[in-house]
């Protein structure tokens, strides 16, 4: 790697302006990502509900790996294999990766034939989540010997990330800082939502639907219910970062013909209070509902922006990429960034540029990817001593 040389550090000078002047010293000096190694894994249909496709992922990951003298690690869960891999013996490293080798369903075949058009290589999971997957394996590749780093690539992030946790809770950790490769070209995600669902029931009394006054509609009580709730909730602010309800599911009724004597509505809560889930809770029991379930995949994330890691990030990507202006931000939807969150350490997460995830087309930027792999290589390579 090519240093900068020749720059002088003024202590009464900013941080972030100090590293962002070095790293535009740098020049692009890490390998580009292997194209040939992502095709072959885009070309896997790892769908989440298919544990042996996504296993078949894990396995050629993991093969590509061990060939370049990666150490790696198969941990498992029910069905599931988890690969962890990294540059140095052991469950805790200094930095830790977390991409996902599992896609959402291909509604064409021949998603899963992947091409490459100028930068762009095409096809399912290209953007969600192999492209990031692939710059995570160039990080391991490139750093082996020379920092700290281990990589999580786990199994069913599309479908919550349980495999994430799971690995969490079997001790492996990070340091200094938790990077999820995921999503946000050019940016720094540094919050995000906590979600959890809520199913909700209205009881009634049954019967033909030809004399609904001698019943008691259930289906009528909960969407009166919902609506006095809704009502009462308070209204979403200008940026959207506060908690936020939505009925996602409605369940009732066997015939056409015939008044229910149960209804239930499952609501999507997406919650940056830390209370969120209990007031919603109770907001929906004073209104008469019945509480049934409640499945909390996760809470909020929010890491100091301040924190000298996120400030070192922000900088090499300021650095990388000064054109497009990098900023902190924060994310309206959910990653697995949401296990790492007592682990104390700061926790972000950043992607290279893609489009139409979950989409019939999917695509990554290439360029952008052995730009993200150099940017993590260098930013690593960078850190000051602990």
């Known amino acids: ?47 989440s509900a298919k544990p042996e496709r996504v296993n078949e992922a ?59 058009k100028g930068d762009r290589l095409y096809g399912r999971g290209a953007c969600d989540d192999k492209g990031n997957a692939a710059v995570a394996v160039q990080t391991l590749v490139s750093l082996l010997g020379k920092a700290s780093v281990g990589v999580i690539f786990t199994a069913d992030e599309e479908t919550g990330g349980l495999t994430t946790a799971t690995m969490v809770k079997r001790g492996y950790a990070a340091r200094r800082f938790a990077l999820v490769v995921d999503a946000g070209a050019y940016k720094g995600t540094i919050a995000q939502k906590g979600t959890s669902y809520i199913t909700v029931r209205a009881v009634g009394r049954g019967g033909h639907s030809s004399q609904p006054w001698r019943l008691d509609n259930p289906i009528d009580k909960l969407v009166d219910a919902y609506a006095k709730f809704r009502a009462a909730w308070p209204k979403p602010t200008a940026d959207h970062w506060c908690d936020i309800v939505s009925a996602t599911m409605v369940s009732a009724g066997e015939a056409r013909n015939r008044i229910p004597d149960t209804a239930e509505m499952t609501v999507n809560l997406r919650f940056v209070s830390k209370d969120g889930v209990e007031r919603v809770c109770q907001a929906l029991k004073d209104v ?51 296990h790492f969150v007592d682990m104390g350490v700061p926790v972000a997460i950043i992607g290279a540029e893609g489009g139409g995830a979950h989409a019939n087309v999917e695509w990554t930027n290439l360029r952008c990817l052995d730009e993200c792999a150099d940017l993590l290589e260098t930013f690593i390579l960078e850190a000051p001593a602990p």
């Open 1 to 47: 790697m090519v240093r900068a040389a020749g720059i002088w550090y003024n202590s009464a000078m900013k941080n972030a302006t100090i590293l962002a002047a070095a790293l535009a010293a740098l020049t692009c000096a890490a390998a580009p990502i292997d194209r040939a190694f992502l095709k072959g894994l885009v070309a896997i249909p790892s769908e």
């Open 58 to 116: 894990m396995a050629f990951t993991r093969a590509y790996l061990e060939k370049r003298g990666v150490p790696c690690v198969v941990e498992r869960d029910g069905p599931r294999d988890i690969l962890y891999a990294s540059t140095r013996p052991g469950k805790v490293q200094d930095y830790l990766l977390c991409v996902h080798l599992d896609v959402v369903p291909a509604p064409d075949p021949k998603m899963y034939e992947p091409r490459i």
């Open 288 to 338: 008469g509902l019945e509480i049934v379930n409640v499945v909390t995949t996760g809470g909020p994330v929010s890491s100091d922006p301040s924190a000298p890691e996120i400030q070192r990030l922000l900088a090499a990507m300021r650095a990388k990429w000064p054109e497009k202006k990098p900023s902190l931000n924060r994310m309206l939807a959910a990653t697995d960034a949401r």
